[in-house]
């Protein structure tokens, strides 16, 4: 249905997909530290 209404589905990460409309841009870069452990949040 993303591509019905014009949008974008780009995969951010293992198993993650973001699906985005047409009028939403989404830049930039995702990266985890795996050695530095403040920047991930528990559940």
């Known amino acids: 249905t ?5 949008g974008d589905i780009q995969q951010v990460g293992t198993k993650i997909f973001l699906c985005t409309p047409d009028n939403v841009d989404v830049t ?11 920047s ?3 559940w």
């Open 2 to 6: 993303v591509y019905a209404i014009g």
């Open 28 to 38: 930039g870069s995702i990266s985890i530290d795996s050695d530095d452990d403040t």
């Open 40 to 42: 991930m949040k528990r």
